[in-house]
């Protein structure tokens, strides 16, 4: 079965403060997106990388060949207005059957247990959307006074989110709305059944300052790990 990873780093990243999009920051001496590409190329080599890049930072995303396994499958595309286009531009390069991973370029931390979690569970019912469960309070706003919901309920969505390409290419030849949130929306819109898999708290989307902190103490941890076996 034909493995894609859609990773979708088309933003800009301003929350950082930074003079260029977030997913070029380095961390611990590589960028971000370097991080992210080869979880991926770990879990399956033979996978399809399309990495979708703001037009003017195509560049940039060049210069990261040269921190990755020279055998790694990567084409460039170039992001749209929103991320429904931005992965709708990466679906349009997909020519043949397989399962697709869309995957925020940001979460860095991606295991390869969770994308192959997430390959299998696509493999068998079509589609897997990590998710966890809410750790805070919930409150749902309605005008000026807000109310108590069960956060038992809530699930915090993450990404890869994976399907079948016979569910998730068809669900994206339509125009963008803007309850188009993820592409969980947007099947479900096509009128297909999602389902969730569970997701991995580390599996944070780096989107401030702070999150760089986390993200390098965590693959300190990883590899402390790693090196007392």
Do not use: W
Request: charged share 20%; with cysteine.
């Amino acid at each position: 079965m034909r493995k894609y990873a859609v990773i979708v780093a088309g933003g800009s990243g301003l929350r950082m403060g930074a003079d260029k999009p977030k997913q070029f920051l380095l961390l611990r001496g590589k960028p971000i997106l370097y991080y992210t590409i080869n979880q991926f190329f770990k879990a399956y080599p033979e996978i399809q990388v399309l990495l979708v890049l703001p037009k003017d930072f195509l560049k940039e995303g060049q210069g990261l060949l040269k921190e990755l396994d020279a055998s790694i499958d990567l084409r460039f595309v170039t992001g749209g207005a929103t991320r429904f286009h931005s992965v709708q531009n990466g679906l349009n390069c997909i020519k043949e059957p397989g399962i697709v991973f869309v995957h925020d370029g940001v979460r860095c931390l991606i295991t390869e247990n969770l994308i192959k979690a997430c390959y299998e569970q696509a493999l068998a019912i079509g589609s897997a959307i990590p998710a966890v469960a809410a750790t805070d309070s919930i409150r749902l706003v309605q005008g000026d006074t807000s109310q108590i919901a069960d956060r038992n309920l809530v699930r915090i969505i993450q990404t890869p989110q994976t399907f079948q390409t016979s569910l998730l290419l068809p669900a994206f030849d339509t125009e963008y709305v803007a309850s188009f949130t993820d592409e969980a929306t947007v099947v479900e819109a096509s009128g297909k059944m999602i389902h969730l898999i569970e997701g991995d708290y580390n599996n944070i989307k780096i989107t401030r300052p702070v999150d760089l902190l986390i993200a390098e103490n965590i693959l300190k941890q990883r590899e402390s790990d790693s090196n007392k076996f």
